[in-house]
T-cell receptor, first 114, second 117 residues
C-alpha cells in the first residue's frame, strides 16, 4: 500500500448506529487530519493530530470522536449521527511544520446517514 | 472575511486550450504558502502545485503553472493544453505562518472545470 488509504469507501448507517472510519498513511508523516466535505460547502477541517497529539478541534460535535493511536493511523468514531452529517470524509497526512510541506489526501469515505 | 476566495463556481474550456482558475487570498503574514488541489469525481484530493510567498519565480509543474501576483494577493492556476481528464473540482488553499503547529490549510470554495471535446 502506498500513500493514504481510507476504509470503508462507502458507509450507510442509521442514526442509532456506531461505526468507525479508518485512515492509514504510508508516507512517514507525523501529522494527520480529518476533513468533512458537504455538498456546496468548503472543505471543513475537523481534527488535526501532530505527533499523535490533538492540535485542533474546530468545534466539532461530540458525536464525532477521533483517535490517533500512532503516527500512521487515524480513526473517526461515529455515534448517534444526524442526516446532516452525510458527507464525504477525507483524511490527509503531512509533515508537521515547514511551509512547503504538502498535505496528501486519501480517497475519502462517502457517508450516508439515514 | 474569507481567507481564500475562488470567484468562479464553474468554468468551461475547449480541449487543448489554456484556462485560468482564479484565487485570491487574505493574510497579514509575511510568510505563507499557496497550494492548488484537483478533486475528480472519485473524491480524492490530488496535490498539483505549490507557491511560497518568498519564491521569486512563478511555480510550474508540467502543464500547471501558478500566476502569483503578491501585491494583488492572487495566485491563479493556469492549465495549458486542457485535456478531458482535467474535468474536476479545483481548490486553492493557503498555509499561514512559517511554523504553524499542525501545518493547517485553509481552503477556498472551489471551481468546477469542465473540458469540452
Amino acid at each position: 500500500e502506498t500513500g493514504v488509504t481510507q476504509t470503508p469507501r462507502h458507509l450507510v448507517m442509521g442514526m442509532t448506529n456506531k461505526k468507525s472510519l479508518k485512515c492509514e498513511q504510508h508516507l512517514g508523516h507525523n501529522a494527520m487530519y480529518w476533513y468533512k466535505q458537504s455538498a456546496k460547502k468548503p472543505l471543513e477541517l475537523m481534527f488535526v493530530y501532530s505527533l499523535e497529539e490533538r492540535v485542533e478541534n474546530n468545534s466539532v460535535p461530540s458525536r464525532f470522536s477521533p483517535e490517533c493511536p500512532n503516527s500512521s493511523h487515524l480513526f473517526l468514531h461515529l455515534h448517534t449521527l444526524q442526516p446532516e452529517d452525510s458527507a464525504l470524509y477525507l483524511c490527509a497526512s503531512s509533515q508537521d511544520r515547514g511551509q512547503k510541506e504538502t498535505q496528501y489526501f486519501g480517497p475519502g469515505t462517502r457517508l450516508l446517514v439515514l | 472575511a474569507q481567507k481564500i476566495t475562488q470567484t468562479q463556481p464553474g468554468m468551461f474550456v475547449q480541449e487543448k486550450e489554456a484556462v485560468t482558475l482564479d484565487c485570491t487570498y487574505d493574510t497579514s503574514d509575511q510568510s505563507y504558502g499557496l497550494f492548488w488541489y484537483k478533486q475528480p469525481s472519485s473524491g480524492e484530493m490530488i496535490f498539483l502545485i505549490y507557491q511560497g510567498s518568498y519564491d521569486e519565480q512563478n511555480a510550474t509543474e508540467g502543464r500547471y503553472s501558478l500566476n502569483f501576483q503578491k501585491a494583488r494577493k492572487s495566485a491563479n492556476l493556469v492549465i495549458s493544453a486542457s485535456q478531458l481528464g482535467d474535468s474536476a473540482m479545483y481548490f486553492c488553499a493557503m498555509r499561514e505562518g512559517l511554523n504553524n503547529a499542525g501545518n493547517m490549510l485553509t481552503f477556498g470554495g472551489g471551481t468546477r472545470l469542465m473540458v469540452k471535446p
